[in-house]
C-alpha cells in the first residue's frame, strides 16, 4: 500500500511538473528563436536600405558595416544581384539562419542582402534549456517521491499498527492492543478490534479456568471410584464378574487420563511464562532415565543418537520441555511392539536443535499425520483406538509457546519419526 500512495504521489506530481514545465519550457525556445530571427531580420533591413541608396558613401558604409557584423557576431554577410530576391524571407536549415531582403529603391529591386547566421549556438542554448528543464524535473520528482514516503508511511501508520496486532493475535497473544491513533477511521476500527480482543481474551479466559477446574473437581471422584472398583475387585471370585470389573476399571483409568490431559492442556494454554536457558543434556537425561524401566518391561530399548555437550542450551518455559518429552515418548512406547527399538536422535543446527523420536510401530498414513494435532484424534495402534487424544494437542501448544515446532515424519525402516525443534540459547545470546 505504501508503494501505491508513493507512486501515485509521483506520478500526480510528474503530470502536474510536466503540464508546466513542458510548455515553458517550448516558450523559451520560441521566444530564443524569435528573437535571434528579429535581431538577423533587424540587421539585414538596415544592410539592405544602404545598399539601395546606389552612392558610393551609402555602399562603403555597407561595407564597414558588414565587417563590423562579422567580427562581433559569428554571422556573415553577402551582397547579392537583383535576381536573388524579391521579397524577404527566412529560412531555418543546415545549420544556420539565412535571413534575405531585397534592396528597392524607387519601387524597383536592385539588389538584395543575405545574412548567413550559424546556429550551432543557439542549439547549444536551447539543449540546456531542456536540459535544465530536465534536471528540475527530476529533482522535483526525487523530492517528491521522498515527501511521498514520509506521507504514506504516516498515513499508512495506524494501518500497520492494526496489522501487527492481529499478526500477534493470530500467533496466539491475546493481549495484543492496538494504540487507538490516526484518521477517525482507523481509530474506530482500532477502538472496534480491541473490544473484540478482549472480549475474546475474558471468554477464552473463562473458558480454560472452567477446564481446569471441572478436570481438577472430576480427578478427586474418579480417583475414589478406582479405589472402589480395586476394593470390589479384591472379594470378588466369580471370574465374569470380574471381568466386568477391569474393564470398568480401565474405563476409569482412561476417563482419567483424559481428565488429566485436559488439565495439563488447560495449563499449557494458560498465560504463557518466559522462556528461559535450560540445559538440555541435563534435561534429556532425566527423561530418558524415567521411561527406560517402564520400557525395559516390555523389551523396548530407548537408545540415543547424537552427543550433547554441557554447554547445550535452549530457550524454554520451566517444566515444557519435560512434558513434551513425556508425551512424545508415551505415544513411542505405546504404539512400539516388544523387543523394538525407540530411537532418540539430538541434531544441532545453528539456531536450533532437533530431538527426534523413531519408533518401529504401526507408523501414520499421510491422512493420520494431517490430524495427528488435533484434539480427541486417537491414532490407530497396535491394540486398537488408545489414549486420550490431547498428547500431541498438548505437545504442538507447549512447542508454539516457546517458539518451537514439531512435525510428523515416517521414520526409515517403518514406524514414526516426531521430530521436535527447540530454539538453541545461542540465538539469543548472538542477537
Not at 180 to 203: F, I, M, Q, Y
Not at 236 to 243: C, G, H, K, T, Y
Request: aromatic share 4%; glycine share 8%; proline share 4%.
Amino acid at each position: 500500500m505504501i508503494r501505491q500512495l508513493i507512486v501515485s504521489y509521483v506520478l500526480l506530481v510528474a503530470v502536474a511538473l510536466t503540464a508546466f514545465t513542458v510548455p515553458v519550457a517550448f516558450t523559451l525556445t520560441s521566444q530564443l528563436r524569435g528573437d535571434t530571427e528579429e535581431s538577423v531580420r533587424r540587421e539585414a533591413t538596415t544592410m539592405s536600405l544602404m545598399l539601395a541608396q546606389g552612392d558610393p558613401a551609402s555602399r562603403e558604409a555597407l561595407d564597414r558595416l558588414a565587417t563590423a557584423y562579422a567580427d562581433r557576431t559569428p554571422g556573415t554577410v553577402a551582397v547579392l544581384p537583383k535576381s536573388a530576391a524579391d521579397t524577404t524571407t527566412a529560412r531555418w536549415g543546415d545549420g544556420a539562419l539565412r535571413v534575405t531582403v531585397p534592396a528597392i529603391r524607387d519601387d524597383e529591386t536592385v539588389g538584395a542582402v543575405r545574412v548567413t547566421y550559424p546556429t550551432s549556438d543557439l542549439t547549444a542554448r536551447l539543449w540546456r534549456i531542456w536540459a535544465f528543464s530536465a534536471v528540475l524535473a527530476a529533482g522535483v520528482l526525487a523530492v517528491a517521491a521522498g515527501l511521498g514516503a514520509l506521507l504514506a508511511r504516516r498515513l499508512t501508520r495506524p494501518l500497520r499498527r492494526l496489522s501487527d496486532m492481529a499478526s500477534k493475535f493470530s500467533d496466539g497473544d491475546l493481549s495484543a492492543r492496538s494504540p487507538v491513533t490516526g484518521p477517525p477511521e482507523t481509530r474506530r476500527l482500532a477502538r472496534t478490534l480491541n473490544s473484540v480482543t478482549e472480549r475474546l481474551d475474558t471468554l477464552i479466559d473463562s473458558q480454560r479456568i472452567f477446564v481446569a477446574d471441572a478436570s481438577h473437581q472430576l480427578r478427586t471422584p474418579l480417583t475414589a471410584l478406582r479405589l472402589s472398583l480395586d476394593n470390589i475387585a479384591d472379594g470378588v471370585e466369580d471370574d465374569s464378574v470380574r471381568e466386568d470389573v477391569d474393564q470398568a476399571t480401565a474405563e476409569v483409568i482412561r476417563m482419567s487420563r483424559l481428565v488429566n490431559g485436559l488439565l495439563m492442556l488447560a495449563r499449557a494454554e494458560a498465560k504463557v511464562p518466559a522462556a528461559e536457558t535450560l540445559p538440555l543434556r541435563e534435561l534429556l537425561e532425566n527423561r530418558l532415565a524415567v521411561w527406560r524401566p517402564a520400557a525395559e518391561e516390555r523389551g523396548v530399548t530407548i537408545a540415543q543418537e547424537g552427543e550433547l555437550s554441557d554447554r547445550s542450551h535452549v530457550l524454554a518455559s520451566p517444566g515444557h520441555l519435560d512434558q513434551v518429552l513425556d508425551n512424545v515418548l508415551s505415544n513411542a512406547l505405546e504404539v512400539s511392539p516388544d523387543d523394538s527399538t525407540i530411537t532418540v536422535r539430538v541434531t544441532v543446527r545453528a539456531h536450533e536443535v532437533v530431538l527426534s523420536v523413531l519408533d518401529q510401530g504401526p507408523g501414520m498414513s499421510d491422512t493420520e499425520k494431517s490430524r495427528a494435532f488435533d484434539r480427541f484424534w486417537r491414532g490407530q495402534g497396535l491394540t486398537g483406538h488408545s489414549g486420550s487424544g490431547l498428547g500431541l494437542a498438548i505437545v504442538k501448544q507447549l512447542l508454539t509457546d516457546d517458539g518451537g515446532t514439531v512435525t510428523l515424519e515416517d521414520a526409515p525402516g517403518g514406524g514414526l519419526c516426531v521430530a521436535v525443534g527447540l530454539r538453541s540459547a545461542a540465538q539469543r545470546s548472538g542477537g
